[in-house]
């Protein structure tokens, strides 16, 4: 920061004249303007010192949570087990199982293209996906972390589309599910989708999504958002079923998890090898 030349000097800082004496009235009125300017001028650096300080703190939670793709083990971030208490239709509890882990990868092809035109503001940095199934086996739920490239001023800005033009509840921006051969996922493919979420986080660089369906691979003709199909009066299939309940609660778990994995990321990026 740049200040001005205080009044009372020449360009090479030495004092010049001031057209006179000050009386002794006009000396103290001085002094106490000089010392009262340099106690705001204190109280405002202070206070920048300490906005700087926070801003700080934030930036740097945010970048650790952008790292998190490769450097936070996969039962970290997708536990092979996640207890759901209360996220159940009347809160009953839930128990996921994690059935498939996808390989990471960038985005080719693992959205459609309205979705993935959605999501281009951000980037795409890497995507981490995992596919469970409820205590009975009757659903299945695809969890997805995708890891973006942009700052925080651009998924803010993501975020508030998100919400003002209602983007994470149209059928037409659903996102795809992971079916992995040989697990109860296997015939779960887009046809399949009956209840989402899409939650684009503002103090971390990653998109959470999750979509649900049936395990026995039926077809889905109305899927609905999570947010609609836990309504207490909803009567489509997918809330029926509780699949809103399944697609948000597991959603909710893992960015808890996410969250949670921001501390232990940044300790292990600050230890200094011995």
Request: aromatic share 6%; charged share 20%.
């Amino acid at each position: 920061m740049s200040l001005g030349e205080p009044e009372g000097y020449d360009e090479h800082a030495r004092p010049r004249p001031l057209g006179g004496r000050l009386r002794p009235q006009a000396l103290a009125a001085a002094v106490c303007l000089v010392l009262g300017l340099g106690l705001v001028t204190g109280a405002v650096t202070g206070s920048w010192l300490a906005g700087d300080s926070e801003d700080g703190d934030a930036r740097g939670v945010y970048t650790a949570a952008g790292d998190l793709w490769h450097s936070m083990p996969v039962d970290r971030l997708f536990p092979p087990t996640v207890q759901g208490q209360g996220a159940g239709p009347g809160g009953a509890d839930r128990t996921w199982t994690r059935i498939a882990v996808a390989p990471d990868s960038g985005c080719e092809g693992a959205f459609d293209p309205l979705l993935r035109k959605a999501l281009d503001p951000v980037g795409c940095r890497r995507l981490l996906r995992a596919t469970y199934t409820d205590a009975t086996q009757s659903h299945v739920t695809t969890v997805g972390l995708l890891f973006v490239k942009a700052d925080a001023a651009a998924m803010t800005a993501l975020a508030d589309r998100f919400e003002k033009e209602g983007l994470a509840r149209r059928t037409d921006l659903m996102p795809l599910p992971y079916a992995a051969q040989d697990t109860a996922a296997a015939g779960f493919g887009a046809r399949q989708r009956a209840s989402w979420t899409v939650s684009v986080l503002t103090d971390a660089p990653v998109v959470v999504y999750t979509v649900s369906g049936w395990a026995d691979g039926r077809t889905v003709d109305e899927p609905q958002p999570a947010e609609e199909a836990m309504e207490p009066d909803a009567t489509t299939a997918p809330a029926q079923a509780g699949l809103g309940h399944e697609a948000q609660g597991l959603a909710d778990r893992v960015e808890r998890a996410l969250r949670e994995n921001v501390g232990p990321a940044e300790e292990q990026s600050t230890e200094q090898p011995s």
